[in-house]
């Protein structure tokens, strides 16, 4: 199994553009979400999915829209860049949100905009 | 929603010597906490895992307590390696899952 794959792992984009962060997963988790990594601040939830066709928002939704066609799939998508997002992204998943298990991370997405 | 608290930012021990991290949680009916470690240039892993209805868990030198009347719980390491440096993030969960800001663990040899 693959676990959770991100791409792309580095990525530059200036100020004002847009961009898709991919997100998959082979392990049929139905929970996944999208979280930003910033020093000193640990990981903030962005959004989050219970499964295919349920999104919420997190902590620091704003900027940042999310769908979930299937389960498989969670892309992030960066609408109108800014330097505020300038930040490391992990894709999570986890089994049966009714249950308590641990995430599985991919390895991250390094974002800068400048 | 959930606030986590984790204490201290850094750490720094000798090779053999115990290390403790700390973190407190807000909302009471928060009833999974588990510990993530993270190595450099790459996503956190599960290391350890406490439910609600359990006080204590422990796995060879990793350990976990759990005071829910505090609303707070703590990663005990013993017997420290250098291999053990690395950041490591405690959360709290009720559905979505709220991260502490993380405790960067030194181990010199």
């Known amino acids: 199994n693959a676990g959770v794959t991100q791409t792309p792992k580095f990525q530059v984009l200036k100020t004002g553009q847009s961009m898709t962060l991919q997100c998959a997963q082979d392990?049929?988790?139905?929970?996944m979400s999208w979280y930003r990594q910033d020093p000193g601040m640990g990981l903030r939830l962005i959004h989050y999915s219970v499964g295919a066709g349920i999104t919420d928002q997190g902590e620091v939704p704003n900027g940042y829209n999310v769908s979930r066609s299937t389960t498989e799939d969670f892309p992030l998508r960066l609408l109108s860049a800014a330097p505020s997002q300038t930040s490391v992204y992990f894709c999570?998943?986890?089994?049966?949100?009714?249950?308590?298990?641990?995430?599985?991370f991919g390895s991250g997405t390094r974002l800068t905009v400048v | 929603g959930e606030n986590v608290e984790q204490h201290p930012s850094t750490l720094s021990v000798q090779e053999g010597d115990s290390a403790v991290i700390k973190c407190t949680y807000s909302?009471?009916?928060?009833?999974?906490f588990p510990w993530y470690k993270q190595e450099l240039g790459k996503g956190p892993q599960l290391i350890i895992d406490i439910r609600s209805n359990v006080g204590e868990k422990k796995d060879q030198r990793i350990a976990v307590t759990l005071n829910k009347t505090a609303k707070h719980f703590s990663l005990h390491i013993t017997e420290t390696q250098p291999e053990d440096s690395a950041v490591y993030f405690c959360a709290a969960s009720i559905n979505d899952m709220r991260f502490g800001a993380g405790t960067r663990l030194t181990v010199k040899p």
């Open positions: 392990m049929n988790h139905e929970y």
């Open positions: 909302d009471s009916a928060s009833n999974y």
């Open positions: 999570a998943s986890r089994r049966n949100p009714g249950q308590h298990y641990g995430y599985t």
